[in-house]
């Protein structure tokens, strides 16, 4: 006789009797055993893992990828060479917004402990509170882990 897993799911988080796992469309972001998990906690707020790490690297490379502006400006206006270097550096300041955005923007997660970390896996998509309840509920149910709303 073969055992099934019956799996649950809420809009990108799944969960079987042997994993908990956060997708984006058809890949794997974070997949934790759920036999190593002591504690989930549902949460709406930061959900950067490091937030003074992303705020410091995000003002450093925003600071950078302005720096080369005033030069291509020049190349523009007066002429002259350019190098690739100086159209690349200005993207840095894309990923510094995103490193802060990653703490400005609250959303909706489980904070999930296990035995040597914790982790967040971050809800992506509309919460519904109902749905949501009826997750939260669910969860314990497949693994036996209770989940403490904390909102």
Same mark, same amino acid.
């Given at each position: 006789m073969t055992h099934e897993s019956k799996t649950i799911s809420y809009l990108n988080i799944e969960i079987?009797?042997?994993?908990? &796992? /956060?997708?984006?469309? $058809?890949?794997?972001?974070?997949?934790?055993?759920?036999?190593?998990?002591n504690t989930i906690s549902y949460k709406y707020g930061c959900t950067a893992e490091r937030p003074l790490v992303n705020i410091?690297?995000?003002?450093i490379f925003i600071g950078s990828g302005l720096h080369s502006l005033p030069s291509i400006y020049y190349w523009f &206006? /007066?002429?002259?060479? $350019?190098t690739e270097f100086d159209f690349v550096i200005p993207m840095l300041s894309v990923?510094?917004?995103?490193l802060i955005s990653t703490v400005v923007i609250s959303r909706h997660y489980l904070h999930v402990f296990t035995v040597n970390d914790s982790r967040k896996?971050?809800?992506?998509?509309d919460v519904v509170?109902?749905?949501?309840?009826?997750?939260?509920?669910?969860i314990y149910d497949?693994?036996?882990?209770?989940?403490?709303?904390t909102i």
């Open positions: 079987n009797d042997k994993t908990i &796992t /956060e997708m984006d469309d $058809i890949n794997i972001v974070i997949q934790l055993p759920v036999d190593e998990i410091i690297l995000g003002i &206006t /007066e002429g002259g060479t $350019i990923l510094g917004l995103w896996l971050i809800l992506r998509g509170r109902d749905e949501l309840d009826c997750f939260l509920t669910q497949a693994i036996k882990i209770e989940v403490t709303d």
